[in-house]
């Protein structure tokens, strides 16, 4: 089964960008579509990309227009760009296919100032 490692978090002020990788460990050709999540403080997962095999997207509707989600076939890895954090999407980011897969250790997003 592919593993999924996710790196790219920090600490960033308000209005700061940070660009989280996912990297796997086996091929994601053959995986239709893979996504971005997060746990925030209080709250459950939640999915806030997705990206399909052909790179149609869709994006949790708080971060649409600020988070960018793309991915490397060729190279077994998948970003998501994010632009004017807001204190909001704190939380721990992780990767996985929508369909199938395991969670990862996730990584640590913290926007503050």
């Known amino acids: 089964q592919v593993q999924f490692v996710e790196s790219g978090g920090g600490l960033v002020q308000p209005g700061g960008s940070l660009r989280l990788s996912c990297a796997a460990s086996?091929?994601?050709?053959?995986?239709?579509?893979m996504g971005w999540y997060r746990q925030t403080p209080g709250k459950q997962r939640e999915a806030v990309a997705f990206?399909?095999?052909?790179?149609?997207?869709t994006y949790l509707n708080s971060v649409k227009g600020r988070f960018t989600i793309s991915r490397d076939n060729a190279n077994d890895i998948m970003y998501l760009q994010m632009n004017s954090l807001k204190p909001e999407d704190t939380g721990v980011y992780y990767c996985k296919p929508f369909v199938g897969g395991s969670w990862g250790q996730g990584t640590q997003v913290t926007v503050s100032s």
């Open positions: 086996g091929n994601i050709r053959s995986i239709d579509t």
């Open positions: 990206i399909t095999g052909s790179d149609s997207t």
